[in-house]
């Protein structure tokens, strides 16, 4: 099907408040079974057999010490991640996944630990202390094409201690986490090789552009292993892969698209404004200007969500990406209200002009800089 999402920009127009457009009148709606549902279905990654819900959690936060968690990470702060992963296994028993990284929580990938020990205590015994069911999230996590890995032996080694990290025989997907500035074809051959040794059920990269894109899926069909997914910086205030190519060659492939960053690193979800800035070096990017700026979307979003029967801004922002069924979206978790907050985004779905509506009123907010090794 033709995607929402890939084609001519709308044209830009100014976005008025609800206010000046005299309100939004609410109308009644019929639900459909949410197996009708684009926004509920779980998605393959790519032709890779791998199926994931379309919403994961992503874990890039935990472990953090830096950039979102400035006053340090603790127990205390580990025991709310682990009741947001025991919320989303509870909300969502199809098809669940997480995302990780070997460099999030720091260069020793704390964040791949805390994930093995949620792993490790998953598994139920019995009075024997035999498994008897194990509740587990499907994995993803990625490779760092740091300077000094020159081999696609660099890879499986990093492959083997992440899966060491993280409590696992084999993931369900292994990514490149950005190009590097050398030795990509070896990175690749990397890729073919944990599929080859059973470590990872399927293989992407991340923060490629559509040339990178191309020239990975070409090397890994030839050598019969298809490529997933490319996860990616996207939402309504960062539409980068609409414009460079991302999105449109992701879905000439059949490559699927991850979207991290999908509520714009929690701005996206209504809590903040002018006056209430997020903390640390998000602060630096959505200042006060910046919110100025994007208060007339975050109003149309709230709009919008009240005329679905009370939905969130964040559930209006990741109901937007998902109703584009080559997308799934990885938003951070850090305590069980947020999951719940998060897959009330699945069971309905915005209507075509909705999306396009937040599209143009989006227009009106200035880019933010963005990760720069999509442009190698």
Known sequence: MQSRFVGRAPTRVATRSPAARGGRRSRPRSAPEAKELVTSRSRELGESGVKVAPIGIGAWSWGDALYWSSDGWSDEKEGLARGALQAYLELCPEDPWIDTAEVYGGIGGESERIIGRFLRDSVSTDAGGKPTSTSRPKVATKFAALPWRYSKGSVVDACRSSLARCKTESCDLYQLHWPGLWFNDQYVEGLEEVVKQGLAKSVGVSNYSDKRLQEAHSKLKARGVPLASNQVHYNLL??????????????????????????????????????????????????????????????????????????????????????????????????????????????WELEEGEVIELRKAALAVPPVQGFPAEDL
């Open 238 to 347: 960062y539409r980068l892969p609409e414009t460079n190519g991302v999105l449109e060659k992701c879905q000439e492939l059949g490559v699927t698209l991850v979207a991290y960053s999908p509520l714009a690193q929690g701005v996206l979800s209504g809590k903040y404004d002018e006056k209430n800035l997020p903390t640390g070096p998000r602060a630096r990017i959505y200042n006060e200007s910046f919110m100025r700026k994007a208060r007339p979307l975050i109003e149309l979003m709230r709009e919008i969500g009240e005329n679905h029967g009370g939905k969130s801004n964040a559930q209006v922002a990741l109901n937007w990406l998902l109703c584009n069924p080559l997308v799934t979206v990885i938003p951070g978790a850090k305590n069980r209200q947020q999951v719940e907050d998060l897959m009330g985004a699945i069971g």
